[in-house]
């Protein structure tokens, strides 16, 4: 077997390696409605707030190994493939800390309408 074959088939394996262990997007949570929600509502939409926090920090850190061992497996590149492979981790770990972000404050929106309503 040449070289050539041994690097596809090296290749190859690690991409099949990674699609059997992808990380999983958690399922955005479902807000509760403030100004019509029930105490037990507000209370369940904030354990599954931070439910969904604590799976997107799991999601984070999956990503980030992920990440660190594809460039291992690379080995040797140039300059220009590490920038592009670099932009793209931060555009996608970049994302999910926004809708963690995005989250936390329509959480945050409904809990003010919910006391706002209970004055």
């Known amino acids: 077997m040449n070289k050539l074959t041994k690097t596809a088939i090296f290749v ?8 059997a262990l992808a990380c999983d997007y ?13 105490k037990d509502d507000m209370i369940a ?19 980030e190994a ?13 300059d220009d493939t590490k920038r592009q ?3 793209m981790f931060n555009k996608k770990y970049n ?3 926004e809708e963690m972000n995005l989250v936390a404050e329509e959480f945050n929106v409904q809990v003010r309408a919910y006391k ?3 004055r």
């Open 12 to 19: 190859a394996m690690i991409f099949a390696a990674q699609g």
């Open 26 to 38: 958690p399922q955005r949570v479902n807000v509760p409605n403030g100004a019509s929600a029930t």
């Open 45 to 63: 939409g904030q354990k599954g707030v931070k439910t969904y926090m604590a799976s997107m920090e799991e999601y984070l850190t999956c990503i």
């Open 66 to 78: 992920d990440e660190a061992a594809a460039v291992l497996g690379l080995g040797e590149v140039d």
């Open 85 to 87: 492979r670099e932009e």
């Open 95 to 97: 994302a999910a800390v």
């Open 116 to 118: 706002d309503r209970n």
